[in-house]
T-cell receptor
Framework: EPEVTQTPSHQVTQMGQEVILRCVPI?????FYWYRQILGQKVEFLVS????????KSEIFDDQFSVERPDGSNFTLKIRSTKLEDSAMYFC????????????????FGNGTRLTVT | QKEVEQDPGPLSVPEGAIVSLNCTYS??????FMWYRQYSRKGPELLMY????GNKEDGRFTAQVDKSSKYISLFIRDSQPSDSATYLC???????????FGAGTTVTVRA
């Protein structure tokens, strides 16, 4: 079965540094998402992306965050200047279609990148 | 009131027992309800997906939605040690791109 793949599995960075988290969505999917999970807390929506544009973003997704689809396969999340509170698991997800409906397939998640900011 | 509430457990049951998990929610606009299973250091894996109220069964898993009570449940029959994981409920409104998750319930099935 096709999978969403994420690299690296673990990233350690110093506060203030830029990080780029990478994702390869399922090949025929058109909508892409980033979620995060701080240790011991809920999985939280960050951003959705379609047709090279952000479709929706949460209040967490401030100016320090950006997303990009630099080529036909990768989808990236960049954190410009990391803070201690950015330490979390970051999950990429994709769907063949966008808004959830009875006709759509729900989100398929990757295994995540554990980001540790020291 | 939190949008989605889920008892974090932990829940420990003997092999073969029925596992009962539930979530409550406050947003009456939620129409799509999902249960995900998450093993340690892995991403959420979709188990069940239901639309509006009613029951859905898939093998040993049964999902129930009661929109009048804003309450959803997942039952796991004949539980196995391999069912040991964290179970997350998630839900969404129509024509929206994002899911709202519960905190997850950690389940251990003892052999």
């Amino acid at each position: 079965e096709p999978e969403v793949t994420q690299t690296p599995s673990h990233q350690v960075t110093q506060m203030g540094q830029e990080v780029i988290l990478r994702c390869v969505p399922i090949s025929n999917h058109l909508y892409f998402y980033w979620y995060r999970q701080i240790l011991g807390q809920k999985v939280e929506f960050l951003v959705s992306f379609y047709n090279n544009e952000i479709s929706e973003k949460s209040e967490i997704f401030d100016d320090q965050f950006s997303v990009e689809r630099p080529d036909g396969s990768n989808f990236t999340l960049k954190i410009r200047s990391t803070k201690l509170e950015d330490s979390a698991m970051y999950f990429c997800a994709s769907t063949p279609r966008g808004a959830l409906s009875s006709y759509n397939s729900p989100l398929h998640f990757g295994n995540g990148t554990r980001l540790t900011v020291t | 009131q939190k949008e989605v509430e889920q008892d974090p457990g932990p829940l420990s049951v003997p092999e073969g027992a029925i596992v009962s998990l539930n979530c409550t929610y406050s947003n009456s606009a939620f129409q799509y309800f999902m249960w995900y299973r998450q093993y340690s250091r892995k991403g959420p894996e979709l188990l069940m997906y239901t639309y509006s109220s009613g029951n859905k069964e898939d093998g040993r898993f049964t999902a129930q939605v009661d929109k009048s009570s804003k309450y959803i449940s997942l039952f796991i029959r004949d539980s196995q040690p391999s069912d040991s994981a964290t179970y997350l409920c998630a839900m969404s409104v129509p024509n929206d791109y994002k899911l709202s998750f519960g905190a997850g319930t950690t389940v251990t099935v003892r052999a």
